[in-house]
């Protein structure tokens, strides 16, 4: 069975700040990876989606990384602020016999101090 | 409408009551799914459904039920409501039900059961 971990749990950083979000799955054979930032009482919304054959996407300040032989992904924010913070969540997509699916970490809880 | 709008937006149940909860995209995805999402559990697949007219069961069925009449529709119901079923609910939708497809999220769906 798929398992999704997300490290750390939570994350206080001052304004400005460069850093990494860490996701690691157990089982290798993934068709892709999204990554998701949650705010208090809200949906998801998705960031970046990582196709299996690729090794990283970017978007604005963000760009995540795959490394499927390693089981892992890294979710990077360059020049962090205050409205960065969220949860974020890591995402596994898994394809079985009757259709794909998406296997989630628990998050990472990010507070960017001003 | 622009996305996926879920209703209602919070709900108190009474166990034992009947409730469905709706999803409705206009974003003509194939696929659509639903999540519970429970503190220090993560978020878990209830049912899915790959095309209008299938569905199909994901990792924490029981006591949930769906259908899919059209495209743009997947309603989730509780037969018999419990308290262990008080979560958060989110409804998903992708393009396809294939790999590589992005998963966007409804605004979620906060229910709780007496």
């Known amino acids: 069975k798929q398992e999704v971990t997300q490290i750390p749990a939570a994350l206080s950083v001052p304004e400005g700040e460069n850093l990494v979000l860490n996701c690691s799955f157990t089982?290798?054979?993934?068709?892709?990876l999204q990554w998701f930032r949650q705010d208090p009482g809200k949906g998801l919304t998705s960031l970046l989606l990582?196709?299996?054959?690729?090794r990283e996407q970017t978007s604005g300040r963000l760009n995540a990384s795959l490394d499927k032989s390693s089981g892992r992904s890294t979710l990077y924010i360059a020049a962090s602020q205050p409205g960065d913070s969220a949860t974020y969540l890591c995402?596994?997509?898994?394809?079985?016999?009757?259709?794909?699916?998406?296997?989630f970490g628990e998050g990472t809880q990010l507070t960017v101090n001003p | 409408i622009a996305g996926i709008t879920q209703a209602p937006t919070s709900q108190i149940l009474a166990a034992g009551r009947r409730m469905t909860l709706r999803c409705t995209q206009d974003?003509?995805?194939?696929?659509m799914y639903w999540y519970r999402q429970d503190l220090g559990l993560g978020l878990r697949l209830i049912h899915y459904?790959?095309?209008?007219?299938?569905?199909g069961k994901g990792e924490v069925p029981d006591g949930y039920s769906v259908s899919r009449a059209n495209t743009d529709d997947f309603p989730l119901t509780l037969a018999s409501a419990v308290p262990s079923q008080t979560s958060v609910y989110f409804c998903?939708?992708?393009?396809?039900?294939?790999?590589?497809?992005?998963?966007?999220f409804g605004p979620g769906t906060r229910l709780t059961v007496l």
């Open positions: 998903a939708s992708s393009a396809l039900a294939g790999t590589g497809n992005e998963q966007f």
């Open positions: 089982d290798s054979a993934i068709y892709n």
């Open positions: 990582i196709q299996s054959s690729q």
């Open positions: 995402a596994v997509g898994i394809q079985e016999t009757s259709g794909s699916r998406l296997t």
């Open positions: 974003m003509r995805h194939n696929a």
């Open positions: 459904s790959n095309t209008a007219g299938t569905t």
